[in-house]
């Protein structure tokens, strides 16, 4: 396979290349990228003709802050037969992030409303085209690009209606609503009683840290 000799495909060669201290860009076709999708160790995500690769390594507290918030997004959303809660395998396919750019991310965390809207780029290799809610969890190495990158592009998502980004070295939540089609409030939390809702159920910061910082 011709992504084998020209992109890094285990996490070895990632941090090789710099991917150990935060995301790593190769120029690549939307093809390539599902090439190297197919068979890389590390996440990758694609935009503005670029695979953009993370190390597939969760500290701790990173995995840890995951798990809390699907937990209780499945007991908000504890019926399969509607809705999905989905850790970070699934991608997210954007058609239109900015201009003609196609974007594919890699989010920690999502809710999908059944029936769902997929892009298939073959049998077998797809990514979600209209989740609900999104999640991700920030470090400092990909600080920068969650919010610079990734979240104009989610807000290009015509079904979505909250983006949550979790602090993982701190007590912290920022959730964005969206409240019309390009208009989004945002909501900036630190203290263990301070709360959002999602479908009408408090989630508080108590919640999300409790035995950890609360």
Known sequence: MSSAI???????????AGGDKGPVYFPASFAEYWEVLAEAEYRADYYDRQ????????SDLHSHFASELGFLLKSIFPDP???RVYNSNRPVYIEECEGSET???NADGMVIALPSSRF???PG?????SPVILIEVLSDSTRHYDFGTKLPCYKKIPALRQILFVEQNEPGVLVFEREAPNRWSELSMKAADEFFTIEGQAITLGQIYRGVYF
Do not use: Q
């Open 6 to 16: 020209k992109f890094p495909l285990t996490n070895i060669e990632l941090a090789e």
């Open 81 to 83: 037969a509607r809705f």
């Open 125 to 129: 290799m797809n990514a979600e085209k």
């Open 120 to 122: 298939e780029y073959r």
């Open 103 to 105: 974007g594919v991310f």
């Open 51 to 58: 695979i953009i690769a993370t190390m597939s390594y969760e």
